[in-house]
Nanobody
Framework: QVQFVESGGGLVQPGGSLRLSCVVS????????IGWFRQVPGKERQAVSC????????YVRDSVKDRFTISRDNAKNTLYLQMNSLKPEDTAVYYC?????????????????????WGQGTQVTVSS
């Protein structure tokens, strides 16, 4: 079983920055991929950025490219999401999650449906 402690969310003005952190414990070495997702009420959860464990490949959602950066500190079992130039449309609850195994198609390693362990979420609100 995997546990998560997420932090770093909050209220920020457009153009501002936040850094989300997710401390992972439990079966920390057993995931195939790990990543950040976000969700707003009434909409599907969407992948923001993910790392594939065995080769370090990184997926980044088009709408956040050049603004958001995912990273991890394996020694601290911590996943980060640096968010710069935030926009009101980035407002959402952000979750970290792990995916235990390779999926059935090329993009499955960042498909939310393949992730089975989720943090509690941290609210990010971008507003003036």
């Amino acid at each position: 079983q995997v546990q998560f402690v997420e932090s770093g969310g909050g209220l920020v003005q457009p153009g501002g920055s936040l850094r989300l952190s997710c401390v992972v414990s439990g079966s920390t070495l057993d995931y195939y991929s790990i990543g950040w997702f976000r969700q707003v009420p009434g909409k599907e959860r969407q992948a923001v950025s993910c790392i594939r464990n065995h080769d370090g490949s990184i997926y980044v959602r088009d709408s956040v490219k050049d603004r958001f950066t995912i990273s991890r500190d394996n020694a601290k079992n911590t996943l980060y999401l640096q968010m710069n130039s935030l926009k009101p449309e980035d407002t959402a609850v952000y979750y970290c999650a792990t995916n235990p195994r390779a999926g059935t198609y090329a993009g499955s390693w960042y498909d939310p449906d393949y992730f089975d362990s989720w943090g509690q979420g941290t609210q990010v609100t971008v507003s003036s």
